[in-house]
């Protein structure tokens, strides 16, 4: 059984950075996706970034050249590094992963961006 738990959420000002954490407990493998989703309140869940199964990188196109997608292998957890945060970045950020046949997911950090 994998658990996820995600931690870095935070209130900030617009303009500000914040580095989330997911932390991934039993068994995973390098190879496996992982990414960050988020839910922003009375829209839909949406990706931010993640990494692909054959090792690339995606990113929403509202993030591109603000957030940083990282991964620790060794210690299961990927990170999401968010600078230049804008208040529609304001959203609960949810970690994903992906094996074959099953998505987990963790149960979410609030980020909060003020203007």
């Known amino acids: 059984q994998v658990q996820l738990v995600e931690s870095g959420g935070d209130l900030v000002q617009a303009g500000g950075s914040l580095r989330l954490s997911c932390a991934a407990s039993?068994?995973?493998?390098?190879?496996?996706?992982m990414g960050w989703y988020r839910q922003a309140p009375g829209k839909q869940r949406e990706l931010v970034a993640a990494f692909t199964s054959g090792g690339n990188t995606v990113y929403a196109n509202s993030v591109k050249g603000r957030f940083t997608i990282s991964r620790d292998n060794a210690k299961n957890t990927v990170y999401l590094q968010m600078n230049s945060l804008k208040p529609e970045d304001t959203a609960v950020y949810y970690c994903?992963?992906?094996?074959?046949?099953?998505?987990?997911w963790g149960q979410g950090t609030q980020v909060t961006v003020s203007s």
């Open positions: 994903k992963l992906s094996v074959p046949f099953y998505d987990y």
């Open positions: 039993g068994s995973i493998f390098s190879r496996d996706a």
